[in-house]
Structure formats: C-alpha cells, structure tokens
C-alpha cells in the first residue's frame, strides 16, 4: 500500500522565521511531488511541485527532493502569519493508468506574530 | 491559470432529495476530473477518478449508484448525490488534470459544502 507519512504538528514558528515541512513516502517508484496548501474550511491550493532530486524555489518557498531517502520537504522563508494552514503533501505514484494523488494526512503550521 | 470553479458553494437540502455539483476548468482544457470528499478535521478522501467520455471509477467503498458522475466534456463533470441522508453532508471538492499536464499536477475548486436535514 502507498503511503505518505507527515508530522501531524502543530508545527509553531515565530514571525520571519523558517518553517520547515517534511514528508516521506513509501512507494520508491513515486514520480511526481506536490505541496499543497489548504486553510481551514477552504480547499487545497497548489504551491510547488518538483520532480528531480534537489532544489526547487519559488519566492519564499523551496521544496526539496531526494528520492533515495523517499523524502520531500517544504521550506517557507521569512513566515507570515497568512502561511498558517494545513500543508499537503501529495505524491503520485508508479503504475496505473490515472494520475492519482496519495496524499499525507497534512502538518498544520502556525506562525505567530 | 488554471481555475477550477465549482457550483454551487454551499447546499442545503432535504433528506431523500437529490443534489447535482457542477466542476469546471475554466481556462484549460481537463481530461481527468477527480471528486473528493472531506469531513471536519478529516483528511480528503478520494471518491471517484472520471475521465471525459467514459465511465468513471470509483474508489473501494464507494456507491456508484448513490454518487453519481458524469464527465460529459474536456471542461465538465459534475457529481450527483441520490437520495441524500443526513451522513452525506460534507464538503465536496473536485480537481482537474490539465490535459498538457506532463506530471499529473491537480487544481481544486473551490468545493461545495452539502448539508442534509
């Protein structure tokens, strides 16, 4: 079964600090990684998506691959209080013929001011 | 870019009645739609995949006579609940797949919270 592991949180960071989002997955064939973002009562808002080993930044945001550990991060510089919500990480897996999405339960982050 | 709208944002209806959702990619085109499902504090949960022109799959557990989904275009599916009772008020959102999508990514809507009396 494919499985996509986060911390449940809440992660509490202060104002203008690193917020730092892990995920790890089980499926060693998984192609494609995506963080979501959802507020509370709305739903989920794409924010990044990475593919290679490495790297990836988009404004404050940095996401973070290594497929031989099956690990993918978030990092978010320079936290506002507007960062807090539930982060998603999602993956799409090996095999099958729809672009399913397996996410993870999600880690609600606070940023206090 | 891609813009998933969903109609309507918020139902109310009568236990037995039926409720249609509308999902639309309003600026690409989607071959895959998907319909996902979330309860309070609850992690979404996938319902059914529908493709445009097919018949789409539902998920381990799911009734496909009671949630019914048509895929009729590259920028419509919609989502029919039959006969509701009260233990289907949730939130229902979908997603699409853009079709130039070369990894899969998915853009949600806005969802349509249902709630059954």
């Known amino acids: 079964q494919k499985e996509v592991e986060q911390n449940s949180g809440p992660l509490s960071v202060p104002e203008g600090a690193i917020a730092s989002l892990n995920c790890t997955y089980s499926d060693r064939g998984s192609q494609s990684f995506f963080w979501y973002r959802q507020y509370s009562g709305k739903s989920p808002e794409l924010i990044m998506f990475i593919y290679s080993n490495g790297d990836k930044e988009d404004g404050r945001f940095t996401a973070q691959l290594n497929k031989a550990s099956q690990y993918v991060s978030l990092l978010i510089r320079d936290s506002q209080p507007s960062d807090s919500a539930t982060y998603l990480c999602a993956v799409i897996g090996s095999g099958g013929s729809n672009y399913k999405l397996t996410f993870g339960k999600g880690t609600l982050l606070t940023v206090n001011p | 870019g891609a813009v998933v709208s969903q109609h309507p944002s918020w139902v109310i209806c009568k236990s037995g009645t039926s409720v249609k959702i509308e999902c639309r990619s309003l600026?690409?085109?989607?071959?895959?739609m998907f319909w996902y499902r979330q309860f309070p504090k609850q992690s979404l949960m996938l319902m059914a995949t529908?493709?445009?022109?097919?018949?789409?799959?539902?998920e381990q557990g799911v009734e496909k006579d009671k949630f019914l989904i048509n895929h009729a275009s590259l920028t419509l599916s919609t989502l029919t609940v039959t006969s509701a009772h009260p233990e289907d008020s949730s939130f229902y959102i979908c997603s699409a797949q853009p079709r130039t999508s070369g990894r899969g990514e998915q853009y949600f809507g806005p969802g349509t919270r249902l709630t059954v009396t």
């Open positions: 529908s493709n445009e022109g097919s018949k789409a799959t539902y």
């Open positions: 600026d690409f085109q989607a071959t895959t």
